[in-house]
T-cell receptor, first 115, second 112 residues
Framework: TQLLEQSPQFLSIQEGENLTVYCNSS?????LQWYRQEPGEGPVLLVT?????EVKKLKRLTFQFGDARKDSSLHITAAQPGDTGLYLC???????????????FGQGTILTVHP | KAGVTQTPRYLIKTRGQQVTLSCSPI?????VSWYQQTPGQGLQFLFE???????NKGNFPGRFSGRQFSNSRSEMNVSTLELGDSALYLC???????????FGSGTQLSVL
């Protein structure tokens, strides 16, 4: 069983602070995705990283895929109340016919940004 | 264009009953996946369908089943409901099995 461990589980910070969420596994994934989910809604894809060592930036969010493709991190700079939500990492494998439809999700990080 | 539509939005059932959940994918999307989300276990993969064929199945008991129709709409069925089946059931669609997933808002199932 492939497991993705996310840390921390909960994060409560003040507006303007920086934060990092980690996603680790003992297995190799062909790609890692990060989602954000708000209450009462389904997850929304933020980014997909596919190459070991890859770094992607989305405004104040920076995503990194580990060199060995077993871990990933999400860094938010100058967090805002609108960043509040559940952040999920998800791993996909394409070997053997597996597809992005079958994802292994981490437990999630609940982020609260206070004004 | 319209997003992924899941019906019903909320459902309350009692133990032993069965339930059918429906998912209408984004127009043109032929791949549909189902996930169960609970506070304890997080998001867990149930099934994936593409062009009416089940491509993958997660580690759930046989009480959980699904199907996809020729118009790409999908249903999942849970028979002999147990208390532990209480969860948010999420459906996601994509153009094909390797495309970006778009999730619906889910069906919140409560088993009493």
């Amino acid at each position: 069983t492939q497991l993705l461990e996310q840390s921390p589980q909960f994060l409560s910070i003040q507006e303007g602070e920086n934060l990092t969420v980690y996603c680790n596994s003992s297995s190799v994934f062909s790609s890692l995705q990060w989602y954000r989910q708000e209450p009462g809604e389904g997850p929304v894809l933020l980014v997909t990283v596919v190459t070991g060592g890859e770094v992607k930036k989305l405004k104040r969010l920076t995503f990194q895929f580990g060199d060995a493709r077993k871990d990933s991190s999400l860094h938010i700079t100058a967090a805002q109340p609108g960043d509040t939500g559940l952040y999920l990492c998800a791993g996909a494998r394409r070997a053997g016919g597996t597809s992005y439809g079958k994802l292994t999700f981490g437990q999630g990080t609940i982020l609260t940004v206070h004004p | 264009k319209a997003g992924v539509t899941q019906t019903p939005r909320y459902l309350i059932k009692t133990r032993g009953q069965q339930v059918t959940l429906s998912c209408s994918p984004i127009s043109g999307h032929r791949s549909v996946s189902w996930y169960q989300q609970t506070p304890g276990q997080g998001l867990q993969f149930l099934f994936e369908y593409f062009s009416e064929t089940q491509r993958n199945k997660g580690n759930f008991p046989g009480r959980f089943s699904g199907r996809q129709f020729s118009n790409s709409r999908s249903e999942m069925n849970v028979s002999t409901l147990e208390l532990g089946d209480s969860a948010l059931y999420l459906c996601a669609s994509s153009l094909d099995p390797f495309g970006e997933l778009f999730f619906g808002s889910g069906t919140q199932l409560s088993v009493l």
